[in-house]
């Protein structure tokens, strides 16, 4: 069900912004702190939507090309005339300070905003995204590389998810499934 669903947006399929296609209950209230020390909740100050992705600014893994792809699509839906945030939670607070999670996620985008928090903080987070992160290996170049999950969540400017983006399809792709969801009302 969650394969068929995901393969539907990917492939463009409408879905309505108002029913969610998911069969499952995601999403949710957090208090983290973001790169420039101010505390920050699943509510954009701003009122944009946003992307949302688990993972760590300085990884080699998979997020790097989740947070390009994050990057990509916020630039092609800027030029659209709508407005994202990309934002990441980090599952490496050890590693993903206020001091340094600036400047490894401005590499990608100015407006990424990168959130860390006490272990207590981020766990509510987690929690509410159903993510699991776990130490898999000690790369001596890079330091723990984490399992964790690889979905892009689109949230609205008040931190309630509208679908999941999935990470594997082009940066046009998601930013139509984007579009659909935030665009303006024909």
Request: glycine residues 8%; hydrophobic residues 45%; contains cysteine.
């Given at each position: 069900m969650?394969?068929?669903g995901?393969?539907?947006?990917?492939f463009?399929?409408?879905?309505?912004?108002?029913?969610?296609?998911?069969?499952f209950?995601?999403?949710g209230d957090?208090?983290?702190?973001?790169?420039?020390?101010a505390?920050r909740?699943q509510a954009d100050?701003d009122?944009?939507?946003?992307?949302?992705f688990f993972?760590?600014?300085?990884?080699?893994?998979i997020c790097s090309a989740v947070?390009?792809?994050?990057a990509?699509?916020?630039d092609?839906?800027a030029?659209?005339g709508?407005e994202i945030?990309?934002?990441?939670?980090?599952?490496d607070?050890a590693r993903?300070?206020?001091?340094?999670?600036?400047?490894?996620?401005?590499q990608h985008?100015?407006?990424?905003?990168?959130?860390?928090?006490a272990?207590?903080?981020l766990q509510v987070a987690y929690?509410?995204?159903?993510?699991?992160t776990e130490e898999?290996f000690f790369?001596p170049e890079y330091?723990?590389?984490y399992?964790h999950?690889?979905f892009?969540?689109?949230l609205?400017?008040?931190g309630?998810?509208?679908?999941?983006?999935?990470?594997?399809?082009?940066?046009e792709?998601a930013?139509g499934?984007?579009e659909k969801?935030?665009?303006?009302?024909?």
């Amino acid at each position: 069900m969650i394969r068929l669903g995901l393969a539907l947006l990917a492939f463009g399929t409408p879905a309505l912004a108002d029913q969610s296609p998911l069969p499952f209950d995601l999403g949710g209230d957090y208090t983290l702190i973001d790169q420039t020390g101010a505390t920050r909740t699943q509510a954009d100050p701003d009122g944009k939507a946003q992307l949302l992705f688990f993972g760590y600014a300085n990884c080699q893994e998979i997020c790097s090309a989740v947070l390009p792809l994050m990057a990509d699509v916020a630039d092609a839906v800027a030029a659209r005339g709508l407005e994202i945030t990309p934002v990441m939670i980090t599952v490496d607070p050890a590693r993903d300070t206020v001091d340094t999670l600036g400047s490894a996620l401005a590499q990608h985008h100015e407006d990424f905003v990168g959130l860390t928090g006490a272990e207590d903080a981020l766990q509510v987070a987690y929690d509410a995204y159903q993510i699991e992160t776990e130490e898999v290996f000690f790369d001596p170049e890079y330091g723990p590389v984490y399992a964790h999950g690889s979905f892009v969540y689109l949230l609205d400017a008040d931190g309630a998810l509208l679908t999941l983006v999935p990470p594997v399809v082009p940066a046009e792709v998601a930013a139509g499934i984007v579009e659909k969801y935030i665009g303006p009302a024909s």
